[in-house]
């Protein structure tokens, strides 16, 4: 096999192809392939012809008639598919439907392809096959087709007020620079006969491509600023609290557009196509902005992200703020983040729902409303709740007051008066009586011990705070006791002989020392009080003494003496003195017992009363 190498160029219908090199292929029996080059660059959207020519023996020594043949060729084809042995005609190629052909004159090979595609570029193979036994050729290693388009880069760019000044290059791997090249603006012509660059004012909207001179069918893509971009979330439908989202952007760009993800008011969160949140929270709803930027300018698209979430934990204010006092207006207020939003229920403590709203008023509160409060934030997805303790401050109510013992006030006894009072906050207490000006002591509870009857009477209690006062009466009866009664009795019965004893010892000396008087009256009382008819000279002046004890007092014993004025009737008559004994009770006016029964006035009399 022998081999030889060139650089050439090659006029091809319909475009220019550069022939980077020609390689000749051949067997030692004569066989062979001879492809023109083996590397072919060719712009998209153009028509290349790869050619070559190839050898076979014109004739073969047969070995089974043992006589020289002709070789005649049956069959050519070209494939980029299969194998040497097994290859796939392009003719039969899906991928080459309609844009293949094949031409040939004796031994030479031309394959045409029209509307070059980028997935056109591949080694491309000649086989022929004829009529010898055995004899059918590949010819290797074939041809490599590289399919490339003219591109316009951007090589400087500089945003201003008057667009954005570029500077444009033309440019094609496959093909060494031309003499003219055309610029076009919107697939108009701009202009002509120009070098590879390009130097421009570009605005939004503009899209610029270029093409050699007199293949303008044939133009490079386009520039242009980045197109509005696309923006999805995956997964669709609703966004809850603790997935995973992805925010995806893009846009239509030439050059291809960078990414950069950010929310408002915020630094970038990503400089990539595609934004993850990977456990989303509440704090992340919101609205994002996905900028595509290229050397020719930028464009940006907006979404909002709406995070779905239960209730966080409510917060609850009372209005006005400050003490609460009882009949003012009071609004209970509650709230809560949560997506959706949430509904309020308010309820006191171990009681029914008491209004579905955010707010719950007391019109005109009272102390019976003091306690704790709740409020329930819910939607679909929980709920939470938060209390609250209201304090009503009120004034004392009307006071209870009470004795203690509750059975009949017996002289004597301890006895403790109680005044209580619903009040807040809580009340002070003061105990007076009724026609004294001094308190007679501050607390709860009053106790008197050794109750006398004098203690008798209306005692009221007053009950204080800081938001007003309230008072009751208590009447307190105080009897004698039996007890009191029963020492009377002894200690009468221990005085009155004693006083007796006196009285005769007193009305002794009077005898001895006072002269008789004589008195008609005197005398008619003697009569009448001396049973033995004695002589007036015989008689006694008569002496009273009276003996009372008082339920007004403590029941003391005490006793009167009072002489009666003595009558003489002679200087020697004898005077008798008469003692009346009484024990009164009350302050009824004091009466001669002989008056009221008509009984003698000699007689000694005791009466001793007793307190039922």
């Not at 550069?18 to 072919?40: A, C, E, K, N």
């Not at 960078?258 to 456990?279: A, D, E, F, G, H």
Request: hydrophobic content about 30%.
């Amino acid at each position: 096999m022998r081999g030889a190498a060139m650089r050439l160029n090659t006029a091809v219908r319909g475009f220019v192809v550069v022939v980077l090199s020609v390689s000749v292929v051949q067997s030692p029996d004569g066989w062979g392939v001879t492809y023109t080059s083996t590397q072919i660059c060719a712009v998209k959207g153009s028509t290349v012809e790869i050619k070559c020519s190839y050898t076979y023996p014109s004739w073969i020594y047969g070995q089974t008639y043992k006589t020289y043949q002709t070789t005649k060729v049956q069959m050519e084809l070209w494939f980029t598919k299969g194998t040497n042995h097994n290859p796939v005609d392009l003719k039969s190629d899906s991928d080459y439907t309609g844009r293949v052909e094949y031409r040939s004159n004796q031994k030479d090979c031309t394959l045409r392809i029209t509307e070059l595609r980028e997935s056109d570029s591949a080694v491309y193979k000649f086989r022929f096959i004829t009529n010898q036994q055995g004899g059918s050729y590949t010819g290797s290693p074939g041809v490599t087709l590289t399919v490339t388009d003219l591109q316009v880069q951007v090589i400087t760019s500089q945003h201003g007020q008057d667009g954005t000044q570029v500077q444009l290059k033309c440019h094609s791997s496959c093909l060494p620079d031309h003499p003219s090249y055309v610029w076009m603006k919107n697939g108009q012509v701009i202009l002509r006969e120009t070098s590879s660059t390009l130097r421009y004012s570009f605005f939004p909207e503009d899209n610029i491509s270029c093409a050699l001179k007199g293949h303008e069918e044939f133009p490079s893509p386009s520039v242009y600023d980045p197109k509005p971009p696309s923006v999805s979330v995956s997964p669709s439908g609703e966004i809850t609290e603790g997935s995973s989202v992805t925010l995806t952007c893009s846009s239509e760009a030439n050059p291809a557009a960078t990414y950069v993800w950010y929310k408002r008011n915020s630094q970038p969160l990503s400089k990539n196509s595609q934004l993850i949140l990977s456990s989303i929270q509440s704090s992340d709803s919101g609205e994002y902005y996905c900028s595509a930027v290229n050397k020719l300018g930028s464009k940006r698209k907006s979404i909002t992200i709406d995070v779905k979430y239960d209730p966080k934990p409510p917060s609850v204010s009372v209005s006005p703020s400050g003490e609460i006092t009882e009949g003012s207006s009071v609004t209970l207020t509650c709230s809560s983040e949560a997506n959706p939003a949430a509904t309020y229920v308010w309820y006191k403590r171990n009681s029914q729902p008491l209004s579905k709203n955010s707010q719950l008023i007391f019109s005109s509160i009272q102390s019976s409303d003091s306690g704790e409060y709740y409020c329930s934030a819910v939607n679909k997805l929980g709920s939470k709740r938060k209390s609250i303790t209201i304090d009503v401050k009120y004034a004392p109510k009307l006071p209870s007051v009470s004795v203690s013992p509750s059975a009949e006030i017996v002289e004597g006894s301890s006895v403790t008066l109680t005044c209580s009072s619903d009040a807040n906050p809580a009340a002070s207490y003061t105990w007076y009586k009724e026609d004294e000006d001094s308190l007679k002591t501050s607390g709860h509870n009053f106790t008197i011990s050794n109750i006398r009857p004098e203690h008798s009477g209306s005692y009221y209690c007053v009950a204080h705070n800081n938001r007003g006062t309230h008072n009751s009466t208590l009447q307190l009866t105080v009897v004698a006791g039996a007890g009191t009664l029963e020492a009377a009795g002894v200690t009468a019965a221990v005085l009155l002989p004693v006083i007796f004893f006196s009285v005769f010892l007193w009305i002794q000396k009077k005898r001895m020392s006072k002269e008789p008087v004589k008195s008609e009256d005197r005398a008619n009382n003697r009569e009448q009080c001396l049973p033995d008819q004695r002589q007036p000279e015989e008689q006694d002046d008569l002496q009273y003494t009276s003996i009372h004890f008082s339920n007004n007092q403590a029941d003391p014993l005490y006793s009167n003496i009072r002489a009666a004025q003595p009558h003489r009737h002679m200087q020697e008559q004898e005077v008798t003195e008469y003692t009346a004994v009484r024990f009164n009770r009350g302050s009824a006016a004091k009466r001669d017992r002989s008056q009221e029964t008509g009984e003698s006035p000699c007689a000694l009399y005791s009466t001793v009363n007793k307190t039922r």
